[in-house]
């Protein structure tokens, strides 16, 4: 059975302006079973948190990495947590 997990990932590069959150929020309704939300950071970063099985998460990490996102991502750092819920669903912030 697939865990249940949290992934955070703080995306670094031109992710701000160029309809970054809307893909990620689109991506992670087309995998489905994702929970959370993508927002953008002061320094020009965008967060994401995804909740649900631990597959989903690492098909939405593994775009956030190498897909074909809009804009030019430089590097994605993320760390796994246990689910906190509180998400009805996918939202852009």
Do not use: H, K
Not at 31 to 52: H, K
Not at 56 to 77: F, I, Q, S
Request: with cysteine; aromatic share 10%; net charge negative.
């Amino acid at each position: 059975m697939n865990e249940t997990v949290r992934l955070t990932a703080w995306v670094r590069g031109v992710v701000q302006g160029v309809g970054f959150r809307w893909f990620t929020r689109a991506t992670a309704l087309e995998i489905g079973g994702l929970t959370g939300f993508a927002s953008n950071l002061p320094d020009g970063r965008v967060q994401v948190v995804a909740e649900g099985e631990r597959a989903a998460c690492e098909r939405l990490l593994a775009w956030l990495e190498e897909g074909d996102t809009p804009g030019r991502v430089d590097g994605v750092t993320e760390i796994w947590d246990t689910p906190r819920g509180g998400y009805p669903t996918f939202d852009i912030r």
